[in-house]
């Protein structure tokens, strides 16, 4: 089941954050994102296994975090609540945007087969454990097939 994010939902979800990222979002972060953002969880057998935040702005949205809990990635709950996600977003965007790790071959492998494609490259944007730097790969979905026309 694919519902909106509650207050009661943060504390599993900053769990699984924590497990899946070397800087993690904070609680009060996550709390943030339920009263601010369109928030979404994924529940597995009543449990919550998964979240994505998506932020609306004017007539384009931006993807800023999504997680599966290790457990259950690749039985494709990730496509299953991005594209309900996506779908939810009341705005009716005409873009939506995201930032992803360069080395992060699995998240943009499920962005290629949600529709997203690359757009730009921002360099040594995220900071790694190890003190050096990684490369931000920027992409777009364009939801309407008019506008996508414009820039052919
Ligand atoms: C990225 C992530 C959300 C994917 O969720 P998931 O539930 O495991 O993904 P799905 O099972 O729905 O797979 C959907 C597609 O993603 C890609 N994918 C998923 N896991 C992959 C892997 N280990 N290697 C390569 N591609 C992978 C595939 O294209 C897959 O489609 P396919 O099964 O038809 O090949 C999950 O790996 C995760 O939580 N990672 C850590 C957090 C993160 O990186 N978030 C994104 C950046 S904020």
């Not at 699984?16 to 993690?24: K, N």
Request: aromatic letters at 8%.
């Amino acid at each position: 089941m694919i519902r909106l994010m509650q207050a009661s939902d943060v504390s599993v979800v900053a769990k699984i954050e924590r497990l899946v990222q070397s800087h993690p979002w904070s609680v009060k972060q996550f709390e943030e994102a339920v009263s601010s953002y369109q928030s979404t969880v994924i529940e597995q057998n009543g449990q919550v296994v998964g979240f994505c935040i998506l932020q609306p702005v004017l007539d384009e949205a931006n993807l800023l975090l999504m997680a599966i809990d290790p457990t259950q990635q690749g039985k494709g709950l990730g496509y299953q609540i991005l594209d309900a996600s996506l779908n939810m977003l009341k705005n009716n965007p005409i873009q939506i945007f995201l930032e992803v790790r360069e080395s992060n071959i699995a998240a943009i492998n499920l962005y290629q087969k949600s529709g997203f494609h690359q757009i730009d490259l921002r360099k040594n944007y995220y900071p790694n454990p190890n003190g050096t730097k990684e490369h931000a790969i920027i992409m777009v979905k364009t939801c309407t097939d008019d506008f996508a026309e414009l820039f052919k």
